[in-house]
């Protein structure tokens, strides 16, 4: 299927690129918390652009972190 040959395309790159996998959950875990962090704020205080601009740059971050591990369906999650 789609998603079985993606899974073992990223275990591919996971395996032949350590160095930059490395980073990259801990960089996915901060990039949700800062999107969690400003949907709380803006829940709490009315949305405003600065809570829709670290949405969107968080979004942002997490796209070109899925990108560069070579994980094809996450940038096109993260902005939707």
């Known amino acids: 299927s789609e998603t079985e040959a993606a899974v073992a395309a990223l275990g591919a790159f996971r395996a032949l ?3 930059v996998w490395g980073y990259f959950p ?15 704020g803006a829940a709490k ?4 652009d600065l809570h829709l ?3 969107f740059r968080a979004a942002h971050t ?8 070579g994980c094809p369906y996450l940038p096109e999650v993260a902005l939707k």
């Open 62 to 69: 997490v796209k070109g972190a899925a990108a560069a591990v």
């Open 53 to 55: 601009s670290a949405i």
């Open 45 to 48: 205080e009315g949305v405003t």
């Open 26 to 40: 801990d960089e996915v875990r901060g990039q949700t918390q800062a999107i969690f962090g400003a949907c709380a």
């Open 17 to 19: 690129n350590p160095e």
